[in-house]
Nanobody
Framework: QAQFVESGGGLVQPGGSLNLSCAASGIDFSLDTMGWYRQAPGRQRESVAVVHYGGGTSYIISVKGRFVVSRDRAKSRVYLQMNSLNPKDTAVYYC?????????WGQGTQVTVSS
């Protein structure tokens, strides 16, 4: 079954950092705009960061200046470097195309920011 596979989450203290990685099983996304999404408990999934086909990036206001999204086409990977994490960043993080393809949602990776 083709889907994205996320990794790199974990438990981190406020102010800490994590680097998430996204790979794909059976999906060629080399020509697509890719995004990182997150879903916090009791909330809808939201787009957090986007890396465009040409390499440009965009972020939601709450993570701008703290998160950096990047891609490595040679390795077919998309990354999300998260710095200065705070408890509001606690969520399950997913990657997918932009716009997302419903069938490609993976299990996500849990990020918990807590002291």
């Amino acid at each position: 079954q083709a889907q994205f596979v996320e990794s790199g989450g974990g438990l981190v203290q406020p102010g800490g950092s994590l680097n998430l990685s996204c790979a794909a099983s059976g999906i060629d996304f080399s020509l697509d705009t890719m995004g990182w999404y997150r879903q916090a408990p009791g909330r809808q999934r939201e787009s957090v960061a986007v890396v465009h086909y040409g390499g440009g990036t965009s972020y939601i206001i709450s993570v701008k200046g703290r998160f950096v999204v990047s891609r490595d086409r040679a390795k077919s990977r998309v990354y999300l470097q998260m710095n200065s994490l705070n408890p509001k960043d606690t969520a399950v993080y997913y990657c997918n195309k932009v716009p997302p393809v419903e069938a490609y949602w993976g299990q996500g990776t849990q990020v918990t920011v807590s002291s």
